[in-house]
């Protein structure tokens, strides 16, 4: 049974820090490239981040370039996202994304998401 549960949510003030953590089961880890999405009210989901399976490539959305890190501990099964300088705008359901190319399908699972609310 395949399954991402991100932890790690919650309510911080402008200019404060939250990491984020995304466990896998129930599938190869070390095969799939993990990304971070979010998802504001009344917005479309967008990608924040992205890691190659090795975590030799990141990529990241300009939006947030300089404040936030994403890495990834195949050993662990997990990934991560340190966010940092946080702003109100960064408020969102934040949700992780575990994806792989299969002979031209793209095989892709999603966690159920976690709450990053950034208010004073």
């Known amino acids: 049974q395949v399954q991402l549960v991100e932890s790690g949510g919650g309510l911080v003030q402008p200019g404060g820090s939250l990491r984020l953590s995304c466990a896998a089961s129930?599938?190869?880890?070390?095969?799939?490239?993990m990304s971070w999405y979010r998802q504001a009210p009344g917005k479309e989901r967008e990608l924040v981040a992205r890691?190659?399976?090795?975590?030799?490539?990141?990529n990241y959305a300009d939006s947030v370039k300089g404040r936030f890190t994403i890495s990834r501990d195949n050993a662990e099964n997990t990934a991560y996202l340190q966010m940092n300088s946080l702003k109100p705008g960064d408020t969102a359901v934040y949700y992780c994304?575990?994806?792989?190319?299969?002979?031209?399908?793209?095989?892709?699972?999603w966690g159920q998401g976690t709450q990053v609310t950034v208010s004073s």
């Open positions: 129930g599938f190869t880890f070390s095969s799939y490239a």
């Open positions: 890691i190659t399976n090795t975590g030799g490539i990141t």
């Open positions: 994304k575990a994806t792989k190319l299969d002979r031209s399908r793209v095989i892709a699972y």
